[in-house]
């Protein structure tokens, strides 16, 4: 390893991969950085000087809302940060690619609301040095269109290691090559006319919302047809697909499965579909399951 290089980070004793993701998520840790107004600038410039002085001071760190199309001077080094949030500002890749390319730490990354981010072209060779640590992407209210779809995908295949990705209202019409370890998936509010084939999404998925998509509503039985589609899930639109009781309320058996819950005896073994026909003849007629 180099002399200035960062191992890379590993999880803490005792917690699992989902528990790092909600630790991530939390901001109270969070240092933020404000680029204040020039009579201000004094207390921003002291900020910005500890961290480049000592950035192994930082592990989550925050330039979200002000309005940045460049990295400002000063915040260059991340050799100990494992969450920034860049959202909403005025970033393209091309301006971040200095900073992710020396990123060999970063565990989350928010790049949500910079709308010109996936405009601009990214060099060749490009290497993110985040490449295996990134578990959590957030690239949401960014229009993903036909022209910019290569460059999103390019950039998206990079990331191994990744367990959450959120593209909530990209315009999306097509699912890009997911990464294979992926577990968590936001498609909320995008523009995807039928389910995507099974073997678009990756073995480990546990959730995905797909709300406010058009093939939720063209798709028949379509909460049924995407738990048939994709087992693996725990959770879709935003709901747990728990199995359920076959002692339950027959009306709540009905709408259970309909929308695809799987059934369970009073042993706590799984009932195969044909076998809940049988032997709910007499509890509740044949269209229970469809």
Known sequence: MGAGASAAPTLPQNMNEGDLLCMLQEEEDCVLFKYLEPEEASECEAVVSSFSSSPQLYTKVSLSEQELADVPPGVTSLASVIALNLSSNAFTLSSLVPLLMASNCLMQLNLSSNPELFLSSLPSPFSLGCASTLLH???????????IYPTFSTFLEQLKAL????????????????PSELTILNLKDNELESLPQSSAFPPSLTSLDL??????????????????????????????TAVVSADSNPVDLKEAVENGLK???????????????????NKVDNTVVG
């Open 137 to 147: 992407l957030d690239v949401s209210f960014i229009e993903i269109s036909e022209g």
């Open 263 to 281: 059934l369970k005896d009073d042993t706590g073994h799984l009932i195969a579909e044909n076998e809940f026909n049988a032997a709910m003849t």
């Open 211 to 240: 709300r406010e998509n058009p093939c939720v509503d063209t798709t028949p039985h379509y909460k049924k047809t995407i738990l048939d589609s994709v087992p693996t899930l725990t959770t879709l639109d935003g709901f747990s």
């Open 163 to 178: 367990l959450q990705l959120d593209v909530e209202s990209c315009s999306l019409s097509k699912l890009p090559a997911l």
